[in-house]
């Protein structure tokens, strides 16, 4: 059995140890000492890294209360190693697993649901609960969660006998047997819990709800706290500021502005499809009677744009058109027919232009790395007209 020194203290970052065992794999070295303060992967929290005997600890496991580091290198059985923890790592996840517990404290104990589900990720944490929260009632649970911050709630923790544990309302994911750790913040959560966490709740900073939806049947939750929560605010800012200054206006304003924006563009969209398609209709009326092959080439259409004007040069009497379109180093195009399969077309420019796309007999769709001397060249060679 190794001993757990992080249970002893949260806050130590320096220990010494004995090497028990160390054996290579394709991982690095898996080192076995006899006390520890790395904490193991477990119970929705990431291993500690650090050093230990100088060189790197790459990942903390625990099984059958024996646990392994696994290091770059190896180090020498029965040695005396000093140890030291990532300290800004097991902070940051001090105060995300503290700040997760009093959420989830808060919203079980609202809801009467249970947290089912918890992983705390590089970014941020995701706690899934088997209920559906209302939307609206986020904020308040969000208040309520930063209300044990505000208070500077005490974070206890406990090994309570059998016969207490029987009377203590606790949440648990779990079943439990034997010793049962309690985690204890103030009036806000009471759970089993194997994790390392602040001693105040004032230490944690903020809880920051920042994204909910729908997942099986419940809800997930995304958040984040402590110094996380502070450099998600921060990022957030700055791009409401910067947004701001582009757009002339406050960034608490930015919404509203870019909602206007947007608003002027559609207009504008509106406005440059009306010009294009009647363009499209002066184009069609041009083309001369009896024309049966013809090939189109524009600038900043779109495949609705291609369509609509080879659809159009089809009802003026054309057999087969082509409309083209510059497209990075090549060109998009859409290939209409009323006799040949355009198929054949798209096949017959797949080797000498890279032809990608298809479609059905009477409509392809695809683009080309070609440039127009090479496609004009071709499609003369098949009796089109060109027009541009």
């Not at 204890?184 to 004032?202: I, P, Q």
């Not at 504008?268 to 083309?287: D, G, H, R």
Request: proline share 3%.
């Amino acid at each position: 059995m190794t001993e757990k020194l992080y249970y002893q203290d949260a806050y130590a970052t320096k220990f010494t140890a004995k090497v028990l065992e160390c054996t290579e794999d394709k991982q690095g070295y898996k080192v076995v000492l006899d006390r520890t303060l790395f904490y193991p992967e477990g119970g929705g929290q990431p291993a500690d890294m650090g050093t230990l005997g100088g060189v790197n600890v790459l990942d903390v496991h625990e099984k059958n209360d024996i646990i392994t580091h696994t290091t770059d290198k190896p180090l020498e059985v029965g040695a005396e190693v000093e140890g030291e923890i990532d300290w800004e790592r097991r902070f940051d996840l001090m105060q995300n697993h503290s700040g997760e517990h009093i959420l989830s404290g808060v919203i079980c104990g609202k809801y009467g649901c249970d947290n089912v589900g918890f992983h705390m990720g590089k970014e941020s944490i995701t706690i899934d609960l088997n209920t559906k929260i209302p939307e609206a009632e986020l904020p308040w649970l969000e208040e309520k969660a930063n209300e044990a911050i505000w208070t500077n709630a005490p974070v206890g923790i406990r090994y309570p006998s059998k016969e207490e544990l029987d009377k203590l309302e606790y949440r648990s994911k779990k079943e439990l047997e034997g010793q049962v750790r309690i985690v204890n913040v103030g009036e806000y959560d009471c759970c089993a819990c194997c994790g390392t966490h602040v001693k105040l709740a004032g230490e944690i900073g903020q809880i920051k709800i920042i994204g909910a939806q729908n997942y099986k049947g419940g809800t997930r939750l995304e958040l984040l706290c402590g110094k996380r929560a502070l450099q998600d605010y921060r990022k957030k800012n700055n791009v409401a500021n910067e947004a701001g200054r582009l757009l002339s206006v406050p960034g608490v304003k930015a919404d509203s502005a870019v909602k206007n924006l947007l608003a002027e563009r559609d207009e504008l969209i509106q406005i440059l499809n009306q010009l294009k398609w009647k363009y499209f209709t002066q184009k069609a009326e041009q083309v001369a009677e009896g024309t049966e092959n013809i090939l189109f080439f524009g600038d900043g259409l779109n495949s609705k744009d291609m369509t609509h004007f080879a659809d159009l040069l089809l009802k003026k009497g054309a057999k087969r058109t082509a409309v083209f379109s510059k497209n990075g180093e090549g060109f998009a195009f859409v290939l209409l027919s009323t006799e040949k399969d355009a198929r054949t077309f798209a096949d017959e420019m797949k080797e000498p232009f890279g032809c990608k796309g298809g479609g059905k007999p009477d409509a392809v769709q695809g683009r080309v790395t070609a440039d127009k001397k090479e496609l004009k060249v071709f499609f003369e060679g098949k009796g089109f007209l060109i027009e541009e």
